[in-house]
T-cell receptor, first 116, second 114 residues
Framework: AQTVTQSQPEMSVQEAETVTLSCTYD???????LFWYKQPPSRQMILVIR??????QNATENRFSVNFQKAAKSFSLKISDSQLGDAAMYFC?????????????FGKGTHLIIQP | NAGVTQTPKFQVLKTGQSMTLQCAQD?????MSWYRQDPGMGLRLIHY???????DQGEVPNGYNVSRSTTEDFPLRLLSAAPSQTSVYFC?????????????FGPGTRLTVL
């Protein structure tokens, strides 16, 4: 079974600064997908960014980018020019391409605080 | 297009009571799933379905039943509620199993079992 670890329960950053959230995972699979989800106080789960493991190029979505290190099984999220609306819980998640129990395997989350 | 809808938003049960959490999607997605979220934890998979008539267990299935009679609906049943089932429950849907495409989540149901 796969596991996802987020070692930072809470992070704080000044508005307009850059912050990096860490995520590592454990798997024996060679192909898989990785995701970052944001959960604001409203509880809604919002997809931030995703990465296919066979692609070496790091994904980017506007101010959000990832540093995907397949050999190290690391998938960190960088948020540039942090905004107050970025304050939320952030979850790293893993998904197999198929077979076995499908669905997303989530880390425990990082609570991101934005200081004005 | 409502996406994924869940009812109710909040529910309080007494130990031993039964109830059904409703989930529906209007995106014609084959894959649907239920997760629970406990404090300090990420979401954990309870049950999932890859199509009408097909369901399977996830990581934490004990105490829950599911069925999938239509593509649109995927209800979660608690037959005899226990305090350990106090949690926030999310339903989600995806176009297919093992997909790279976005998994859409409902707004969640906060369940308290006394």
């Amino acid at each position: 079974a796969q596991t996802v670890t987020q070692s930072q329960p809470e992070m704080s950053v000044q508005e307009a600064e850059t912050v990096t959230l860490s995520c590592t995972y454990d798997t024996s699979e060679s192909d898989y997908y990785l995701f970052w989800y944001k959960q604001p106080p409203s509880r809604q789960m919002i997809l931030v960014i995703r990465q296919e493991a066979y692609k070496q190029q790091n994904a980017t979505e506007n101010r959000f980018s990832v540093n995907f290190q397949k050999a190290a099984k690391s998938f960190s999220l960088k948020i540039s020019d942090s905004q107050l609306g970025d304050a939320a819980m952030y979850f790293c998640a893993y998904r197999s391409l198929g077979g076995g129990a499908d669905g997303l395997t989530f880390g425990k989350g990082t609570h991101l605080i934005i200081q004005p | 297009n409502a996406g994924v809808t869940q009812t109710p938003k909040f529910q309080v049960l007494k130990t031993g009571q039964s109830m059904t959490l409703q989930c529906a999607q209007d995106m014609n997605h084959e894959y649907m799933s239920w997760y629970r979220q406990d404090p300090g934890m990420g979401l954990r998979l309870i049950h999932y379905s890859v199509g009408a008539g097909i369901t399977d267990q996830g990581e934490v299935p004990n105490g829950y039943n599911v069925s999938r009679s239509t593509t649109e609906d995927f209800p979660l049943r608690l037959l005899s509620a226990a305090p350990s089932q106090t949690s926030v429950y999310f339903c989600a849907s995806n176009d297919q199993m093992g997909s790279y495409n976005e998994q859409f989540f409902g707004p969640g149901t906060r369940l308290t079992v006394l």
